[in-house]
């Protein structure tokens, strides 16, 4: 079984300055993915990022980075220069391979805000 | 534009009436999936397909019955709908090798009430 653990329910930051959110991540699978969405108060899943487990280097997608721990089994999102249009509910995901391949379990999610 | 399309986008019903969730998806996805949102809880997989032809429980599939109708299309439907099932439900598609996301639809927001 995969399970995908976020610890913060909400973070707050000041506009400008980088954030990190935190995942943890279970599954003995030897070859699987890590993922962040991001959900606007309008509702809509927005993909952010993806790291693969074989991948040797951190992901990395604009503002957007994933520090990949894969002996810590953590997949971290960290956020540079945060903007208020970053304000919004970030969920951290995983793809595991064979029988659980197709599917995507979801931590619970962190609650970001961005202060003026 | 292409993308996964949810059909309705809200929906009341009373406890007991039946309703099915539509979903089509024109990114030639093989594989397609029915998540449920509820506050605090994440999403959490009620059903998914595979492929053309394949359907699958996921994590918590009691109260619905899916249908995969051909590769674009894949329903969800409540038989006899109860307030626990008040979600917001995601349709999902994806490739199963595919680097990257998945795509989700907009959501259908249901209130059983």
């Known amino acids: 079984a995969q399970k995908i653990t976020q610890t913060q329910p909400g973070m707050f930051v000041q506009e400008k300055e980088a954030v990190t959110l935190d995942c943890t991540y279970d599954?003995?699978?030897?070859?699987?993915?890590l993922f962040w969405y991001k959900q606007p108060s309008s509702g809509e899943m927005i993909f952010l990022i993806y790291?693969?487990?074989?991948?040797?280097q951190n992901a990395t997608e604009g503002r957007y980075s994933l520090n990949f721990q894969k002996a810590r089994k953590s997949a971290n999102l960290v956020i540079s220069a945060s903007q208020l249009g970053d304000s919004a509910m970030y969920f951290c995901?995983?793809?595991?391979?064979?029988?659980?391949?197709?599917?995507?379990?979801f931590g619970k999610g962190t609650l970001l805000t961005v202060n003026p | 534009n292409a993308g996964v399309t949810q059909t309705p986008k809200f929906q009341v019903l009373k406890t007991g009436q039946s309703m099915t969730l539509q979903c089509a998806q024109d990114?030639?996805?093989?594989?397609m999936y029915w998540y449920r949102q509820d506050p605090g809880m994440g999403l959490r997989l009620i059903y998914y397909?595979?492929?053309?032809?394949?359907?699958d429980k996921g994590e918590v599939p009691n109260g619905y019955n899916v249908s995969r109708l051909n590769k674009r299309e894949f329903s969800l439907r409540l038989e006899s709908a109860a307030p626990s099932q008040t979600s917001v439900y995601f349709c999902a598609s994806s490739e199963v090798l595919q680097v990257g996301g998945y795509t989700f639809g907009s959501g259908t927001r249901l209130t059983v009430v």
């Open positions: 599954t003995s699978d030897q070859s699987y993915g």
């Open positions: 397909s595979a492929s053309e032809g394949t359907t």
């Open positions: 995901a995983m793809r595991g391979s064979g029988g659980s391949n197709y599917k995507l379990t």
């Open positions: 790291q693969g487990s074989y991948d040797e």
């Open positions: 990114m030639n996805h093989n594989s």
